[in-house]
């Protein structure tokens, strides 16, 4: 489905050639010099003020950014995959920009920069990162908006594209859902107690990384429909990406490994975690009834998640909040 009329179709068969030789044809030198100058500018905030309540703001919406210029300096005549895809971008980056912010203003701190406020150099890795992230992430928006073969108006939506809104919906709802229940959790009067085990997290130990997987999928499952050849290959590489930076170094690995230090010695935490899958939500019982195997290959049972828990933790029993 195209929503412009045939005379802008028309004047947009002009403006494109030139929007291309300007751009390129994928985007690709201007969308990463637009990712590592927006957060070029946070991160001047952060160096002068060393001030960190920005940093995931910056982050979310860079992906915000991205998807709005991209699909404005597409020259027009918009499809309905872009605009959708678009608005889901911008939906998913905002939400969490938000969230995000008022989680640090209401804690007050960003333990992961504890070492480097006082570091320049650490802190520009840091910033140039999350730039790298923001870019490669959005390439499945960037390059539906590009339309660098100009197949859009002839691929109307498919199957595809409905398969992933809806996976991009449940991963919204389901990362929006366990953010909430773990923020309720925390400002509870009990706050002092230990892990998270409410609600969507008694399925899984990191209900929302299972959610922010399903949104990178379902995004580009829509987009695969309109790209071609190194284009999907290159498209393919914004899930794949998250799955692996969460699976193996700036999720699920800190966080595992801070929850087993903290609270290894408390009773049922051993057992909370022998019941409780991973990443994929999974009802306790069938978890525990499911062979080793299975859970290292197909749930991401890992080994490293286990570093720093005492072999004498407790396997069993109810936990007590400390």
Known sequence: MCLSSP?????????RPIMAAALGPHYLVFTA???VGYQLVFFAVTSKFRFDKLTDFAGGTGFLV???VTVLVSGGGYHARQIVLTALQVVRGLRLALFLLFRILKWGTDKRFDGMRDS????AVFWRLQALWVFTVSRPVTLVNADAHGVAG???????DYVGWALFAVGLALETVADQQKLALKSAPSKGRAWCDVGVWRWSRHPKYFGEWLIWWGIFVSASR??????LLVAVASPLLVMALLLGLSGMPIQEQGWNKKFGHLAGFAGWKASTSPVVPLPPDLHRALPRVAKTVLLFEWPLYAKGLGKGSD???RRSPD
């Open 66 to 68: 991205n998807a709005v």
């Open 226 to 231: 309109q790209l071609r050849d190194g284009d």
């Open 7 to 15: 005379a802008s179709s028309s004047a947009d068969s002009v403006r």
């Open 33 to 35: 010099l637009l990712s």
């Open 315 to 317: 396997a069993g029993g």
């Open 154 to 160: 002839s691929i109307g939506l498919g199957a595809a």
């Open 120 to 123: 320049l150099p650490k802190l």
